[in-house]
């Protein structure tokens, strides 16, 4: 990023990332999940601290170790989630939703562990909707903070992704969407990754790839132009 590798442009300022993917339970043994690592949240949580914000990171079923310098809520599911972010947003500078949020949740968790039947060929699971956390932080009053959603998409053509992203970022009431392309052989679980940020104006305010924690300085630019245009 343009910054001194020691610029502390965020002193001062509370940021909150999630991070990872939620887990929703089916029973003792199993759970619904997704294939986020948490890497690139995590990244964004490290820069950020690095840059020296006050930083929170509310880690789902992170498969990477969270960063020093951080405080770190571990929660598992998307309930769990929503309270710790809720209770963590209040007094922040910046929300930032990187976590895979799990859309549906198993409608009923089994207390032992659920059996098949001899002869059993089929077996269907009745799920409930999910809160969207960041589209309720985006409708409640949230003056003096900056939201950052995410988006994961399977789009693979460019302007349709950004379509996708600029809709997304409407429909969530978040003043910054980072859209990113994943499938089966990209986007998860991978070092490296490719994003585009897009502002409050449907424009393309900032576009990176490399290094998930050089993608993390570039979106931390992208969020610190708006922190510095919000204050105008
Ligand atoms: N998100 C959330 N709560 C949910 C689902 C998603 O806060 N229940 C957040 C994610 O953390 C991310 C953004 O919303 O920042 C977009 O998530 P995504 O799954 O891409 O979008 P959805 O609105 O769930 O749409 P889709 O049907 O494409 O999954
Ligand atoms: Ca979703």
Request: hydrophobic share 45%; aromatic share 4%; glycine share 10%.
């Amino acid at each position: 990023h343009g910054l001194d590798a020691d610029a502390r442009d965020f002193a001062g300022r509370r940021v909150v990332v999630t991070a990872g993917g939620t887990r929703e339970p089916l029973d003792p043994v199993r759970f619904l999940g997704n294939r986020s690592s948490g890497k690139q949240g995590v990244a964004i949580a490290e820069a950020a601290a690095a840059r020296g914000a006050e930083v929170t990171l509310i880690g789902a079923n992170l498969e990477v170790a969270s960063p020093g310098g951080c405080r770190v809520v571990p929660v598992s599911t998307a309930l769990e989630l929503q309270q710790a972010v809720t209770s963590a947003a209040g007094d922040a500078d910046v929300v930032v939703m990187a976590a895979a949020v799990a859309d549906f949740r198993p409608a009923d968790v089994s207390d032992v562990k659920i059996k098949k039947v001899d002869g059993q060929e089929h077996m269907s699971i009745e799920l409930v909707r999910n809160p969207d956390i960041l589209a309720g932080l985006g409708a409640a009053p949230h003056d003096g903070t900056v939201l950052v959603g995410f988006a994961a998409e399977t789009e693979s053509d460019p302007s349709r992704l950004l379509e996708l992203g600029r809709a997304k970022r409407r429909a969530k009431g978040a003043d910054l969407l980072v859209v990113n392309r994943v499938g089966w052989n990209h986007g998860f679980a991978a070092d490296e990754n490719a994003v585009s940020v897009i502002g409050a104006d449907d424009t393309v305010t900032a576009e990176a790839s490399g290094t998930k924690m050089s993608v993390a300085h570039a979106i931390l630019d992208a969020i610190a132009a708006r922190i510095a245009y919000g204050a105008e």
